[in-house]
């Protein structure tokens, strides 16, 4: 089964500062993985997504993240964080066949200025 | 533009009654989800639709009901034997059911509030 762990509910960062949202994930194959972001009573919006070749992946507004098979994380950063960039974001895994999403909790990122 | 609609934004439901929530999509996507997301536990998938005419049950299917009559629409009805059903309602479709690499795409959600 699927599994996908988001450590640290809450996140806070300085504007600026370095942005690290943690995932780690469980399965007997590599998966598929994605970051999404939600806004305030708003949908999730893709920021980027792992599936086949160079593990550094780069998404929308400066984030990128690495898989690392063998640590099973694909930790989200961004060099600098705005204050735009508060809001939720998850982590998810699909399988290699079917496209069911298995979520992790959220991570709730807040900027300060 | 294509997306993805849900409607209403904001549903208030007395309890024992039965509510349809709205989910259309113009991206000619296959498959269609229903998530259910509370504070605290990201999201969980309620049901699922690869093909027009069929679906399947999510982890958490006890207490809804889908139709999936059209390509574009995939209707969820909370019904009165949901027994906690205020929660923030979340649909997204993909191109295929079948691929894991596929995104799924979301809308913009209904908050379903039980007075």
């Known amino acids: 089964a699927q599994s996908v762990t988001q450590l640290g509910s809450h996140v806070s960062v300085s504007e600026g500062a370095l942005v690290l949202l943690r995932c780690n994930y469980s399965?007997?194959?590599?998966?598929?993985l994605f970051w999404y972001v939600q806004y305030p009573n708003q949908g999730l919006q893709l920021l980027l997504k792992?599936?086949?070749?160079?593990?550094l992946v780069k998404g929308i507004n400066g984030f990128e993240a690495e898989f690392k098979k063998s640590e099973t994380s694909f930790h989200l950063t961004k060099p600098s964080a705005h204050m735009s960039d508060a809001a939720e974001y998850f982590c998810?895994?699909?399988?290699?066949?079917?496209?069911?999403?298995?979520f992790g909790t959220g991570t709730s990122l807040t900027v300060i200025p | 533009d294509g997306g993805i609609t849900q409607s209403p934004k904001y549903l208030f439901r007395k309890e024992g009654q039965n509510v349809t929530l709205s989910c259309e999509q113009n991206?000619?996507?296959?498959?269609m989800y229903w998530y259910r997301q509370d504070p605290g536990q990201g999201l969980r998938l309620i049901y699922y639709?690869?093909?027009?005419?069929?679906?399947q049950k999510g982890d958490i299917a006890e207490g809804y009901s889908v139709s999936r009559e059209k390509k574009e629409s995939f209707p969820l009805t909370v019904t009165s034997a949901q027994k906690n059903p205020t929660a923030f309602y979340l649909c997204?479709?993909?191109?295929?059911?079948?691929?894991?690499?596929?995104?799924?795409?979301f809308g913009p959600g209904t908050r379903l509030t039980v007075l």
């Open positions: 997204a479709s993909s191109n295929s059911g079948t691929r894991g690499a596929d995104t799924q795409y």
């Open positions: 792992y599936t086949t070749g160079a593990t």
């Open positions: 991206l000619n996507h296959d498959a």
């Open positions: 998810a895994v699909s399988r290699n066949t079917g496209n069911q999403f298995y």
């Open positions: 399965s007997s194959v590599p998966p598929y």
């Open positions: 639709s690869q093909i027009v005419n069929d679906f």
